[in-house]
């Protein structure tokens, strides 16, 4: 989602800041995060001309995301290439802390290619991390996939795999059923913003506007479960949400403005600390 996108759910028709604003339910998550933390311009794609960039693309902004590095260290600079040991996910380095976790996405090649080593690791140790392609079911055998073995791709596939993964309620109800079985970490990947952006055009379109909206919605149902956990449980939960990339036309990967800014949304304020290098 581009960051120039945020005014859809954060402002009303009239331009106008609501106090907690979305055209369809009249209640932006966003914006709630906004009020008890706060949001923050960020980009992607590493620093220009070093040895640090990298394609503004879904798997090397996410794993920097989830490493804390670029892809000069974690080494996924394009969609292509797998993430090293060096540099664990969060979600990993807490699993191996005893904490229950779980990373979803409704795309293969995250969990194939990009994260597999992690996969291996993870069930070699056999710590408590899920990973889920809320939409894949468990095979009898190879088919059309880049996962290495049948063991690693079944090891990804999700105990009830999602008929709505495209349109992301897919998504929603496994973070949901996640914060309900009482994971400490939950992390998911909403992906039909930017399935609209390559359909129609990033920050332009109508049916970007809706995805945008329709998202914010999916993302206030995960919040609504957060704070009912935080009441019923007495409970501290960080709340974050965050985008991979921007992007221009319908495409993304270069080191435009529009496809390198980003932005984070918090339920804390940041403090200098968190912009330390």
């Known amino acids: ?49 070093t040895e640090t960039e990298q394609t503004t693309s879904t798997s090397a902004s996410w794993t920097s995301h989830f490493t804390g590095v670029w892809g000069s260290k974690h080494g996924v600079k394009t969609d292509d290439d797998s993430k090293n040991m060096d540099y664990k996910t969060f979600m990993l380095e807490y699993a191996e802390k005893g904490l229950n976790t779980a990373l979803a996405f409704d795309w293969d090649q995250y969990f194939d290619v990009n994260l597999k080593e992690e996969l291996k690791y993870v069930m070699e140790k056999d710590l408590p991390m899920q990973f889920c392609d809320i939409d894949r079911a468990k095979a009898d055998k190879l088919e059309k996939t880049s996962a290495e073995t049948l063991e690693l791709y079944n090891f990804a596939a999700a ?28 992390c998911g990947i909403f992906h039909n913003i930017d399935t609209a952006g390559h359909n129609y055009g990033f920050g332009v379109s109508t049916e970007y506007k809706a995805a945008v909206i329709n998202c914010d919605m999916y993302a206030n149902s995960v919040l609504n479960a957060i704070e009912q956990r935080e009441k019923n449980y007495k409970e501290e939960w ?7 990339h921007g992007g221009l036309g319908k495409g993304h990967g270069n080191q435009t403005l529009e496809e390198r800014t980003t932005w984070i949304a918090t339920n804390k304020i940041f403090d200098d600390k968190y912009y330390s290098i």
């Open 1 to 49: 989602m581009r960051a120039d996108a945020l005014p859809y759910v954060l402002q009303n028709e009239n331009n106008e800041e609501n106090t907690a604003y979305n055209s369809v339910t009249d209640v932006s998550a966003i914006k709630k995060l906004q009020q008890t933390g706060g949001i923050y311009i960020a980009y992607c794609g590493g620093e220009t001309a």
């Open 238 to 244: 960080l709340v974050v949400f965050a985008n991979d």
């Open 159 to 186: 105990e009830t795999p999602s008929d709505s993964a495209p349109y992301d309620t897919g998504m929603r109800d496994y973070m949901l059923d996640r914060i309900a079985q009482g994971d400490d970490i939950v």
